[in-house]
């Protein structure tokens, strides 16, 4: 079975631009969740979506969205883009039920802003 | 909130045991989990334990947990070269929907030397 897949792998964007990443979730999985990775902040919880519906939400600003998609694809856009928004973005996937709890990470976009 | 912590940096020579630490706050039933991560790639759930139990064993890996403390060790028996990475300790914070929101430490850098 395919793993967590994110595209595109690295994105160079330049202060002001927007930006759209993907992530298929592992088959079957309907719940994905993203997450910043920064040096300085570490992992941070940006956002999660169940069957095309934000089900809870980080403490980010309105600029980072994200939705679902009826395959449970997601996409996540950054609008206005800062340079802090550098970081490599994870995306993981989990089943329902009694292992929802367990996420799957995809390999990440790496995200530098100029 | 919720806070996970960890030493950052630990050393140590192939064939002998790690010993990674972390301390988490939740004081609710949680799952408590290591994730591995090496170089330019995602995270790798290595195994995961829930707040009610002691210890978790999984091949060369070892999870303890010390509820009273809230404290948490990962202990990787005959370290190889191939383990060298860093590992996330993280808990599941509650919210709607189940246990999909999860909060990591700063990670602890394992470097292992001949």
């Known amino acids: 079975k395919a793993g967590v897949t994110q595209t595109p792998r690295y994105l ?3 202060r002001g631009q927007q930006v759209t990443l993907s992530c298929s979730p592992i088959s079957g999985h309907r719940s994905v969740s993203w997450y ?47 340079l802090g928004d550098s970081a490599l973005y994870l995306c993981a996937s989990s089943l329902e ?13 790496r995200l530098s802003v100029l | 909130g919720e ?3 960890q030493s950052l940096f630990l050393s140590v020579r ?19 989990y290591w994730y591995k ?32 403390d809230k404290h948490l060790s990962l202990r990787i028996a005959d370290t190889q070269t191939g383990d060298s990475a860093i590992y996330f300790c993280a808990e599941s914070e509650a919210i709607s929907g189940g246990y999909n929101k999860l909060i990591f430490g700063a990670g602890t850098r394992l470097a292992v030397h001949p």
């Open chain 2, 14 to 32: 192939e064939g002998d045991s790690s010993v990674i630490n972390c301390t988490y706050t939740d004081s609710s039933s949680t799952y408590l």
């Open chain 1, 36 to 82: 910043q990775q920064t040096p300085g902040q570490g992992l941070q919880f940006l956002f999660e979506y169940f069957s095309e519906t934000q089900r809870n939400k980080g403490n980010f600003p309105g600029r980072f969205s994200g939705r679902q998609f009826s395959n449970s694809r997601s996409e996540m856009n950054v609008s206005t883009l800062e």
């Open chain 2, 37 to 68: 991560q090496e170089p330019g790639a995602g995270l790798q759930l290595l195994t995961y334990i829930f707040s009610n139990m002691d210890m978790k064993q999984d091949q060369r890996l070892t999870v303890l947990l010390n509820k009273k």
């Open chain 2, 3 to 5: 806070d996970v912590e």
């Open chain 1, 12 to 14: 160079i964007k330049t």
């Open chain 1, 97 to 109: 039920g009694d292992r929802a709890h367990i996420q799957y990470f995809g390999a990440g976009t």
